[in-house]
């Protein structure tokens, strides 16, 4: 399942499975991406909030950028499971840099390699949830 998702320049995938950092590090240096950035997983013990899980951010030479956030995230304002997102694992984000045809090379890569669905990122706004207040996105 491939998706063409022509025009949008950044989107958004929830995954219902979380792969390692190896391995998302691994397929993505096959498409001519490196880490530019890692997070170690944030927890706060004197706050109540949900831990934040460890992020790393990859980008190739036409500025194409992928995050992979290593674990389930959660809303920053939630009350009472009203934003709550699609159950999920792990999620991904991808900006589209000068090159086009490696934005849709990665794009579908991960698809094909993990079942994600893409969505643009506006998607996940508040203004595009349903009615009971919940995201439209199903994980695949």
């Given at each position: 399942?491939?998706?063409?998702?022509?025009?949008?320049?950044?989107?958004?995938?929830?995954?219902?499975?979380?792969?390692?950092?190896?391995?998302?590090?691994?397929?993505?240096?096959?498409?001519?991406?490196?880490?530019?950035?890692?997070?170690?997983?944030?927890?706060?013990?004197?706050?109540?909030?949900p831990?934040?899980?460890?992020?790393?951010?990859?980008?190739?030479?036409?500025?194409?950028e992928?995050?992979?956030?290593?674990?389930?995230?959660?809303?920053?304002?939630?009350?009472?499971?009203?934003?709550?997102?699609?159950?999920?694992?792990?999620?991904?984000?991808?900006?589209?840099?000068?090159?086009?045809?490696?934005?849709?090379?990665?794009?579908?890569t991960?698809?094909?390699?993990?079942?994600?669905?893409?969505?643009?990122?506006?998607?996940?706004?508040?203004?595009?949830?349903?009615?009971?207040?919940?995201?439209?996105?199903?994980?695949?």
């Amino acid at each position: 399942m491939t998706q063409q998702l022509f025009g949008t320049e950044e989107l958004a995938a929830f995954c219902a499975v979380q792969p390692t950092s190896e391995e998302v590090s691994a397929l993505l240096a096959k498409l001519g991406f490196h880490l530019t950035f890692e997070m170690a997983e944030q927890r706060s013990d004197r706050l109540l909030l949900p831990p934040l899980p460890a992020q790393y951010h990859y980008e190739d030479k036409a500025g194409t950028e992928v995050i992979y956030l290593a674990g389930r995230d959660y809303p920053l304002y939630e009350e009472d499971g009203a934003h709550d997102y699609p159950v999920h694992a792990s999620r991904f984000w991808l900006a589209c840099g000068s090159d086009r045809q490696a934005f849709n090379l990665v794009t579908n890569t991960l698809s094909l390699t993990w079942g994600l669905v893409w969505q643009p990122t506006s998607m996940f706004e508040e203004s595009d949830m349903n009615d009971e207040g919940r995201f439209h996105q199903e994980v695949a």
